[in-house]
Structure formats: structure tokens, C-alpha cells
């Protein structure tokens, strides 16, 4: 008289049937939700610990829907319905006997999802009865499925209810906790640099228990802090009222303040920290300009490392494999094929002494390059694009290859020391590879290491535990692969989707118009009404008071109209399974839209699951974090996946760590099978097949996603597919998750803005052709049915309600700022949600025109240009361009806002080479002051700051057209221009140099609307450039 229930990560639960409601009638195998009383565990942070009592067991999905009996057997039979196959058991029907399918029968039915059937049908009611010549009394065993008009399966929406989310809670890192106390005289002053002092700092136990010492971490880039004794890595037990002392010797390298920070962490998994703050002589400026070095060709070095990779390919070793992130599974319901460059091609790219040869050939056939995208080469030409880019990753790799280093260990790993290594590009991730050659034999094996961290100066690898054994300090030559899994991902998507989605839906051409999926409408007052059809009405048993319409409640209070159509749209669902586009301008509240979607969708379409991608693990957690501050959903009913990669990096939010879990591809009922494992702060590993996908959310990457192509799911497991920031994806990225639904059932939203960075791909043969082009703005730039026609669509800015929504209520910037993007960008589409500038942006504005002497009456306008005819410089052997004056004039304005009291988290810089980064980093450092974020256009993308300053770097007018072409640089790129003048809130300071800048229309624009405004101020322009009354102003 018991229910055993299998859970995905304690023990098997035993439920008695007279002590919990029990809303179906449960058999072996059916997948089920259990309302719980739990006596929570404070050691867990998931709402886990030991369950008390099972109040409720219902199931996990209930699916409604219609259709035509197709088999009939003694003892159950079969359903056809649009989207699958439905079994039911006669004896388990609930039916009370008054009725007995029979083949043909117009049926509606509700069922559950079960381990061994699929869907087992719980209910089935007779809708019109069959019509046959000759009744069968005794149907055959075997009747096989009959081809009858697929009937459609109406939507029953349920009340949502009201959860609370589950966020733990953070301790200070720098005090004293559970009797430990750490003393010493952390204040140093010097006079000048190079002068040492020796520190002792001093830990006591002061409780009633042993603590263990487990190991100190010391500042990764110090130069100024060293341990003298014991060593970082000594372990000690302390007892109470004992001591551990650590003597430091701190040497003054760097003018003005600065900290350095030490760390101890304990058994048990608690830190304290410690700092030393150190200050040398005057406050440094930052002024010292670094010594000119001579431009290297960045075409040189480009062809050196395509004629190291052409030799690299021609002239392969075996080689003794490395240890992988996780075990790759030896039986997969879908495998993944390998997809290697053709070698054709690579000889083609790499062996080419010109680019143009090598578009010339490309043009030609076989490949046939410039062609336009069309069905007929769809798959080729990706495909093409793909092995060109990965030709690219193999080329630019040459650059981390050494002839003869030396491995340290460090833990159970090796590492390879390699300076500023985690800021290099192309990236190092974990899973790429180190190949390490003996220096002394030619003709010996080469080791293959797998990379499974990448610190800020050196890889941590896994190779053949026989290699770590027998390793003794020799030297080895080395040479980087990267990993091509999400290559082979890719590859895959592009040969599966076609298939399954048919081309058809990738070049839409025709509507054929569905009933609603949901019949909700927008009524006068912005509130979303569902309206009930007849036949429902009917159905209905008079039970409801309100059998016409009733209200849907909207989660977030603060939806514009837009974004209200765009949902409500959504869920009618009139062109599925087509793409539905939402796409609108920077902080017009994108992402805010596809997490209420989501969360209307879970409440109002019971028999969902949703999957959300994104291009990035940063907008992953972000949707995760939202998700799960709504309160409304519980861990459990979604799920972040996450890479192993992440995991080793430790890049997993702590607070979200309860909502994600890395996946374990390996057939469930093999010996190899791994069991799930909890980490201490909640995190599930190794999530087996059976219970992927069974969450009512999967949030991931695209990429991430591409594991799940190697699973069965049936046809219609997920239903609705939403991608956020669609814009930046590949279209083969965008194939992933669109792979794991199906043509019949699933619905799919793109979100994005087609006007800001498109995908990043980095190969020169790709660039300014239709594969560097997400499917979002293809589609909104190819396609008819997606097409602006403000004849047939005036209400809705010529675009079909059907197919578009336009979101246009910008929340981010104020009413000057706004106007730039929105006129140079959006034709005048935007509307400011703030009309007039706050009592705290007059404020920031105010002290903005006094820090820049502007010369302008009413400090009421956010843009302002700083002119700075400065020298654009390169390091030895590097690409990446820096400028000394920009950085400096950048540091000065961002001390005097500090000045003013904004902090750092207030304020973005932006600037388009690595270099500079770097450059403006070393200033801070210098001037002891903690940097704001400092990054590239890319790594603002979705961003926003109260104080955008950009730094365009380039000066140089004799390269101007080497800007124009360059990857990084961002002169004439508009996409690129909208992105970095977009992240501003309420100021926005742009420092160049105008003249260069100048010949680009676009920046002309932005320099004519701050001289217009008298808001630009530094160097004198030349006369024709010159509109009065702006030049001067000091810093």
C-alpha cells in the first residue's frame, strides 16, 4: 500500500497512499512532482534536507490534448495525435466503463509522461465516434497506425502559484570568524622605491576546537609581497591558544597607494584575508610615458604562423593522450561525427603566399563563396565558414608555441608559465590541449595535456599519469591545439536542423495560419485577457463564473505596451512553428520580456518546457539569477547547465550554484553509468540523460546545448525554444537549440537588436559575406513575410504583429544621449521612458562640465568629446595598438569623479585594443586606485554605466585605412559605434582625436553634436572642422 518514488538525487522515497492526495492514479514508471514538509539542513543552500511528509503527488507534466484512436488490443491501444503517439491501458483509463476506445474514434485525452510508454493516457473521453462498415469485435494484436487528419490539441492554462526563491547569504571575507584571529601591523610607508621592510603577521586560535591551516594565496601579479617563511603551501593544525606566525619581506615597487592582499583558507572551507597597504613617496600620476617602440607588421607575423601551421599539419605524431574535463561516454543515443578540416582547404589558406589568391580561389569552384545564401548551399557555405574559421583558430594558436619550456607542479597538475596568458587572443579555455615534444628525439611520442585551468600567468594540465610519474624537470618543446568539440557541435546543427526542420522554415516563403495556441488579447487597459471558445465553454459543466474571459495577472508590473504585444503575440502563436522576432534598441528591456515569457508560459501552458539560450554564460546567469529572484519557480522546476569548464574555472555564481548542474551524456542503462553527485554549496554533477530535460526550464548556452544533441528526447519533449541576444549568435549557434524541437509542436523566439555586434568570427575570408550574419537579422533582412510594409501594417510600424514585435521604450539613457543612437541608428524610433534629466543626473552633469571646463551655460547635456592629439604606439611583436595621452587623461577624469564620490561601479571604460586595456589598467595601479570595468566594445555588449568614457586609441591619420579594415579598431563600423555610445545611462565622455576620427561620417556626426552643444573641449580642430566657441579646456 506504498509509492516508491525515485528522486535525482537522495534515496528512493516511500510513500504511503493513505497518508497523501494523490490527484491521478499512478503506475510504474510515471513521472511525477512531490509536494514535501522538509526539515531543512542549514548545510544545504537548495531548500533540501529530510522530508518529513509527502502532502500531494501529482504529475510532473499533464498533457491535454486530441486525437484518433489508431490501436486496439485486448488489454490498451494507441492515440494519434498531431504531435506523438499517446498509449493507453484499459484498465487504467478511469472511465468507470462507460467507454471503450475503438479505432477511429475522435478522442480527448489527458496524459502523463512515463519512463517505459512515453505518454501513458490517464483519461480518454469519446469526442465523435468512428463509423465502421464492419464492427470488429476482436481487433488484431498488431493493427499498425492508421494515416488520419491530424486533430489539434487546445491549451488548458492553471493558476500559477507563488514560490519563494531560495539565495543564500554571504560572511565578510577580512573578519575574524570561528575563534581564529589574525594580528599583525598592516600599514607600510616607504619614502621611495626598492626600499624593503620585514612583517610579521600572527595567527591565533582563540576557540575551544582544532582549526587547520590549509594554505595562504598570495597576490597572483605581485611584485611588491613576499612570503620569507614558513612556505604558501604548508598546512598546520592549530590547537587552542596556539599560534602560527608568517614573516613577509614588502618591497616598494610603485609610487602612491596600493594593497596587497594575502588570503589563509581553512579546513572547513571558510578564508580570512588580510591586506597591506602600502604607500611610496607622493601619489604617482601616471604621467610616465613607456619608452616608443617600433610598429611590428602584423602581416608579417601572420604569415610566419600560417607557414608553422602548414607545417604543423603535414607532419603529425602519435601521441599518448592527456586526462579530459570528464569521461567521454562510450555509448550515446546520437554521436557526433568528427568533421575535420578539408586538407584542400587548409593547404588553400595556409599555404597561399597572398590573401588574394586565396579569395580568388575561394570565389571559384568548388567553393563557390561569394555565391548568395540560398537553400541549395546553405549547408555548404556554413559549413565552408566554419572550417575557415577553425583554419584561423589553428593559424593564430602559433603564437603560444615554444621551442623549450619547462613544466612545474603545482597540485596534481603541471604548469606552463605563461604571462598574461588569461588576457591573450585568441583565448585559452579549458579543454584545449598542450603537445609537449622531447627536445632531445625527434622521432619519440608526443604527450598530449589536457588544459584544465587557465590562471593569470600559467595553464594548469593533465597529461598521462605516467608522464606526471616520470616528469623530472626536463625541457620539452610545446605546441597548442584548441579543442574542436564546439566545432563538431556546430558542424552538426547545421547537418541536422535542415532535417528535421525542413528548409522550408529556415527560408520561410509561405504562412499557412494556426489557431491560437493561447486566444489572449490585449484589451484597452493593457491587461491580457483569455478568451474561452465555445466549445470550451461548452465542456466547461457551468462550473466556471467567468466562462467567456478572465484576466491573466502580469508577473512584472513595469511592462511597457510593447512588450506586452510581444508577449501576447508569443502566446497566440498564430505562424508557428516560424520564428517569432522580438528585437528592439539597447535597454529597451529585452531580457525583462523573454523572462516574463518564460514565466507566463510556465504558468498558462501546463504541458511546457522551455528552453532559453543565450550566446554567453553571462546572460545565462543572468536569466538564472532573475528566474530565481521572481520567486516564482522553485529549484527543481529549472535548471542552468553549465560546461565543465566552468566548473574548473570556478566561474559559477555561488548564489546560483543551487540551480545548476553539468550533464552526463552516458547511457543510463550501461555499466558505465555515473551516479549524480551534490556539491557542499548545492550544485548537482553528472545530471544523467533520464533527468535532463525533465525540468520545466533549461537555461544554458547555445553551445552548451550542443550535448544535448547527442540525446533521444521524444518529438515534442521541449515545446518552446526562446534565445536571448539572438543578434550575437551564428546562425549554426542558433541551430543548436532549435535542433532539440520539432516542426509540428515546438515555437521559437528570437530576441535581439540586428543594429548592434553581430556574431564575432574572426577569419579574414569570412568577412563582409552572409555567413558572419545571425539568422535574426537575416531573417529580418531576406525574408518577405519578415519585411516592413507600413501599408499593410501601419499600427504596428510596418511590421506583421504575427511575426515582429519592435520594442522601442528605451529605460537607460537620458534624453540627450538617447537622441545620438536614436537618430543616427534607429530613424527617430525610440522613446525616452525619461523625459527629463533627475536631480541626480543634473548633479553628475554639472560635475561633469566643471571637471572638463565646458564651456557651456546650462549643464543639461550628457555627450562630451575630449580631443587628444596624442601617439598611437604598439608593444614588440604585437598587433594591439595603445596611446599613452588617452590613458592618461582617462585616469585623470575617472580621479577627479572619485573625487566627487562615484564609484568605480558607476563607471565603464571602453576601448577597442587589448593593449590600451592594459595600458589604462597599469595607470590605476600606479595612482593606487581600484579600476573600473575596463573592456572592449564586445564585453559591454548588454551593459550599462552611469559614466561611459571610450577611448578610441587610434591618432595616426597615415593608417586610417587600415582602421577602416581592421578587426578591432571601430572607425566606420557602425554597429560597433551604436554598441559603445549606447552603454551611457547619463554621461557619456568620448576621447580621441577628432581629426582622424573626423573623416569617418559617423563620428563627424557625434564630434558636429558636441560641438553644436559646446560640449567638446581639448585640442584645437583644424578650420574646416572648426565650429567656434569649443576649443580649450583642461583637466
Not at 124 to 141: F, G, I, N, R
Not at 361 to 382: I, K, M, V, W
Not at 690 to 697: S, T
Not at 1000 to 1007: C, F, G, H, R, V
Request: glycine letters at 6%.
Amino acid at each position: 500500500n506504498t509509492i516508491t518514488v525515485e528522486i535525482n538525487t537522495d534515496e528512493p522515497i516511500e510513500v504511503e497512499r493513505d497518508k497523501a492526495r494523490i490527484t491521478f492514479s499512478p503506475e510504474d514508471g510515471d513521472f511525477v512532482t512531490l509536494t514535501c514538509v522538509v526539515q531543512i539542513d542549514s548545510e544545504y543552500v537548495d531548500l533540501r534536507g529530510e522530508v518529513l511528509e509527502v502532502t500531494v503527488i501529482e504529475p510532473s507534466r499533464l498533457i491535454p490534448g486530441r486525437g484518433t484512436v489508431t490501436l486496439v488490443t485486448d488489454g490498451g491501444g494507441e492515440i494519434q495525435a498531431v504531435d506523438d503517439f499517446y498509449s493507453f491501458e484499459m484498465a487504467l483509463l478511469g472511465n468507470n466503463g462507460t467507454y471503450r476506445p475503438q479505432i477511429g474514434d475522435k478522442v480527448q485525452f489527458e496524459a502523463v509522461e512515463n519512463e517505459f510508454f512515453g505518454k501513458r493516457c490517464i483519461r480518454v473521453k469519446l469526442l465523435q465516434q468512428a463509423q465502421h462498415k464492419q464492427p470488429q469485435q476482436h481487433p488484431p494484436q498488431q493493427n499498425q497506425p492508421q494515416q488520419l487528419p491530424p486533430q489539434p490539441s487546445p491549451q488548458q492554462p492553471l493558476p500559477q502559484h507563488q514560490r519563494q526563491p531560495n539565495r543564500p547569504s554571504g560572511t565578510d571575507l577580512y573578519e575574524d570568524k570561528f575563534g581564529i584571529r589574525i594580528i599583525g601591523e598592516f600599514d607600510v610607508t616607504f619614502s621611495n622605491v626598492q626600499e624593503s621592510v620585514e612583517r610579521v603577521v600572527t595567527i591565533r586560535n582563540e576557540s575551544d576546537k582544532r582549526h587547520k591551516i590549509m594554505r595562504l594565496f598570495l597576490p597572483r601579479t605581485t611584485t611588491q609581497l613576499r612570503l620569507l617563511e614558513p612556505q604558501a603551501h604548508s598546512q598546520t593544525f592549530l590547537f587552542p591558544n596556539e599560534t602560527a606566525q608568517y614573516r613577509f619581506e614588502i618591497t616598494s615597487n610603485l609610487y602612491g597607494r596600493s594593497r596587497e592582499t594575502c588570503t589563509w583558507n581553512f579546513g572547513g572551507g571558510f578564508k580570512i584575508a588580510r591586506s597591506f597597504n602600502i604607500r611610496t613617496g607622493e601619489d604617482g600620476d601616471g604621467t610616465s610615458e613607456q619608452n616608443p617602440s617600433q610598429a611590428v607588421s602584423a602581416r608579417e607575423s601572420y604569415f610566419k604562423r600560417k607557414l608553422a601551421a602548414l607545417n604543423q599539419s603535414r607532419s603529425r605524431k602519435r601521441y599518448i593522450g592527456g586526462r579530459r574535463l570528464c569521461k567521454t561516454p562510450n555509448f550515446v543515443a546520437h554521436k557526433i561525427g568528427v568533421y575535420e578540416v578539408p586538407k584542400d582547404l587548409f593547404e588553400l589558406v595556409a599555404g597561399s603566399e597572398t590573401d588574394e589568391i586565396v579569395q580568388e580561389q575561394l570565389s571559384a569552384p568548388p567553393y563557390r563563396f561569394d555565391e548568395p545564401l540560398t537553400c541549395g548551399n546553405y549547408r555548404h557555405l556554413f559549413h565552408t565558414a566554419l572550417f575557415l574559421e577553425e583554419i584561423n583558430q589553428h593559424i593564430q594558436f602559433r603564437k603560444y608555441d615554444q621551442e623549450r619550456v619547462q613544466f612545474v607542479p603545482q597540485d596534481k597538475y603541471l604548469a606552463l608559465l605563461m604571462a598574461g596568458i588569461s588576457e591573450s587572443r585568441p583565448s585559452v579555455i579549458p579543454g584545449d590541449m598542450v603537445y609537449a615534444s622531447a627536445t632531445w628525439r625527434d622521432d619519440a611520442a608526443e604527450f598530449q595535456g589536457i588544459i584544465h585551468k587557465v590562471l593569470a600567468d600559467r595553464v594548469l594540465l593533465l597529461f598521462d599519469n605516467l608522464f606526471h610519474q616520470s616528469y623530472n624537470g626536463e625541457s620539452y618543446r610545446v605546441h597548442f591545439e584548441f579543442g574542436r568539440g564546439q566545432q563538431r557541435k556546430l558542424h552538426h546543427a547545421l547537418d541536422t536542423v535542415p532535417k528535421t526542420l525542413g528548409m522550408e522554415y529556415l527560408f520561410p516563403e509561405r504562412i499557412t495560419p494556426n489557431e491560437p495556441l493561447m486566444n489572449v488579447v490585449l484589451n484597452e487597459r493593457e491587461e491580457m485577457v483569455l478568451c474561452n471558445s465555445k466549445e470550451d465553454i461548452d465542456n466547461n459543466d457551468g462550473n466556471d463564473s467567468d466562462d467567456k474571459e478572465r484576466k491573466l495577472p502580469w508577473y512584472n508590473q513595469r511592462l511597457n505596451l510593447y512588450q506586452k504585444r510581444a508577449i501576447v503575440n508569443v502566446l497566440r502563436g498564430e505562424v508557428r512553428p516560424l520564428p517569432y522576432v522580438i528585437f528592439g534598441p539597447p535597454g529597451s528591456g529585452k531580457t525583462l520580456t523573454s523572462i516574463e515569457l518564460t514565466l507566463q508560459l510556465i504558468a498558462n501552458v501546463p504541458q511546457s518546457r522551455v528552453v532559453v539560450a543565450t550566446p554567453s554564460n553571462s546572460a545565462a546567469y543572468l536569466i538564472t539569477e532573475r528566474l530565481a529572484q521572481s520567486g516564482l519557480l522553485k529549484p527543481g522546476e529549472f535548471v542552468r547547465l553549465v560546461s565543465m569548464s566552468q566548473v574548473e574555472q570556478e566561474n559559477i555564481p555561488p548564489a546560483l550554484a543551487p540551480y545548476c548542474a553539468t550533464v552526463s551524456i552516458g547511457d543510463t542503462h550501461c555499466a558505465e553509468s555515473e551516479e549524480i553527485l551534490v556539491t557542499e554549496n548545492g550544485m548537482r554533477m553528472k545530471l544523467q540523460a533520464k533527468h535532463i530535460g525533465r525540468n520545466r526550464v533549461t537555461i544554458s548556452t547555445c553551445s552548451a546545448f550542443g550535448t544535448l544533441m547527442q540525446l533521444r528526447f521524444p518529438p515534442n519533449h521541449f515545446t518552446h525554444v526562446i534565445i536571448d541576444e539572438a543578434g550575437q549568435c551564428l546562425e549554426a549557434e542558433t541551430l543548436i537549440p532549435l535542433s532539440l524541437i520539432n516542426q509540428t509542436v515546438g515555437s521559437v523566439v528570437l530576441l535581439g537588436d540586428p543594429q548592434q555586434l553581430g556574431p564575432v568570427q574572426l577569419s579574414r575570408y569570412t568577412e563582409d559575406r552572409c555567413v558572419r550574419v545571425s539568422m535574426l537579422e537575416r531573417l529580418l533582412t531576406t525574408s518577405r513575410l519578415y519585411a516592413v510594409d507600413r501599408d499593410r501594417f501601419p499600427d504596428s510600424f510596418g511590421y506583421d504583429p504575427r511575426f515582429i514585435t519592435q520594442l522601442r521604450v528605451n529605460y537607460r539613457s537620458i534624453p540627450s544621449i538617447l537622441s545620438v543612437y536614436n537618430e543616427m541608428f534607429y530613424d527617430g524610433m525610440l522613446l525616452p521612458n525619461q523625459l527629463e534629466n533627475t536631480a541626480d543626473d543634473v548633479k553628475l552633469l554639472g560635475i561633469m562640465h566643471r571637471i572638463l571646463e565646458v564651456k557651456r551655460e546650462t549643464p543639461d547635456y550628457g555627450l562630451f568629446f575630449f580631443g587628444v592629439d596624442g601617439t598611437n604606439k604598439q608593444a614588440p611583436d604585437s598587433p594591439s595598438w595603445f596611446n599613452n595621452a588617452e590613458a592618461c587623461t582617462v585616469l585623470r577624469v575617472v580621479q577627479k569623479l572619485f573625487l566627487k564620490g562615484y564609484e568605480m561601479q558607476d563607471i565603464g571604460i571602453i576601448t577597442p585594443y587589448l593593449m590600451q586595456i592594459r595600458t589604462i589598467r597599469r595607470l590605476f595601479d600606479i595612482a593606487s586606485l581600484d579600476a573600473p570595468k575596463i573592456g572592449t566594445v564586445e564585453d559591454f555588449q548588454g551593459q550599462e554605466r552611469r559614466i561611459i568614457i571610450l577611448s578610441t586609441v587610434r591618432s595616426s591619420s597615415a593608417l586610417l585605412q587600415h582602421d577602416i579594415r581592421g578587426m578591432l579598431g571601430f572607425v566606420a563600423n557602425k554597429k560597433r559605434i551604436n554598441v559603445a555610445i549606447s552603454r551611457a545611462k547619463a554621461a557619456l565622455l568620448i576621447v580621441g582625436n577628432p581629426r582622424l576620427l573626423g573623416r569617418d561620417p559617423s563620428w563627424q556626426e557625434i564630434i558636429d553634436r558636441a560641438l553644436n552643444n559646446n560640449t567638446y573641449v581639448g585640442c584645437t580642430l583644424p578650420p574646416r572642422n572648426h565650429r567656434g566657441g569649443a576649443d580649450g579646456g583642461n583637466i
